[in-house]
């Protein structure tokens, strides 16, 4: 099956820095997602982007689907940014599923 | 307007119990998915269904069941629960074009631990 792959596993940023982490995958993909996980368990959807680049905000994400990676960009980070990051791609075999990447834990510190 | 609400948010189970944890979306979605989290092992696909009547097997489909007999509902069972069982357990929505997905909502997740 498709390998997902995210790094760095673990981040401990100063308030205020900026920080890229990526996501590698193994297959064609019809659709790709970043999603934050806060530290009190709730997941949100930060953006959806088979490829290209979005912007929203203080974040943004590029996804280069022929080279099977995206990169999620966080400028300026505060505290709040603080939690769990994953990626998750549709595979073009079977748009049904889902399938998570094992996350990128972030820590802001003051 | 709730977006996905699950229940319970907990519970303990011993070994061997059944239970049945619910999920309801107010969003009209098609898609409903049910995922666990273990620690490191990010978000795996148990279950998922993609309209009213219909499921299909993820990742990890064994030692539970699913129905979805309203498109508003979608419930995972577990009839006899084992200790490996103990994890978060997330439900999910969504609505598709066919081609892409939009509107993926989580609920709130249902921790569960089986003694």
């Known amino acids: 099956g498709i390998q997902v792959e995210q790094s760095p596993p673990d981040l401990i940023l100063q308030e205020g820095a900026n920080s890229t982490l990526r996501c590698n995958f193994s297959?064609?993909?019809?659709?790709l997602q970043w999603f934050h996980q806060n530290p009190w368990g709730q997941l949100i959807n930060l953006f959806y982007?088979?490829?290209g680049t979005k912007q929203n905000g203080r974040l943004s994400a590029t996804t280069v689907a022929t080279e099977r990676y995206s990169l999620l960009y966080i400028s300026s980070s505060q505290t709040t940014d603080s939690g769990v990051y994953f990626c998750?791609?549709?595979?073009?075999?079977?748009?049904?599923?889902?399938?998570f990447g094992p996350g990128t834990s972030l820590s802001v510190i003051p | 307007n709730a977006g996905v609400t699950q229940t319970p948010k907990f519970r303990v189970l011993k070994t061997g119990q059944s239970m049945t944890l619910l999920c309801a979306q107010d969003?009209?979605?098609?898609?409903m998915y049910w995922y666990r989290q273990d620690p490191g092992m990010g978000l795996r696909l148990i279950h998922y269904?993609?309209?009213?009547?219909?499921?299909a097997k993820g990742e990890v489909p064994d030692g539970y069941n699913v129905s979805r007999l309203k498109k508003q509902n979608f419930l995972l069972g577990l009839e006899s629960a084992a200790p490996s069982q103990t994890s978060v357990y997330f439900c999910?929505?969504?609505?598709?074009?066919?081609?892409?997905?939009?509107?993926?909502?989580f609920g709130s997740g249902t921790r569960l631990t089986v003694v």
């Open positions: 998750a791609v549709v595979l073009k075999t079977s748009y049904d599923k889902v399938i």
């Open positions: 999910a929505s969504s609505y598709s074009n066919r081609r892409t997905y939009y509107g993926y909502t």
């Open positions: 297959d064609s993909v019809n659709n």
């Open positions: 982007i088979p490829s």
């Open positions: 269904s993609v309209g009213e009547g219909t499921t």
């Open positions: 969003m009209n979605h098609e898609y």
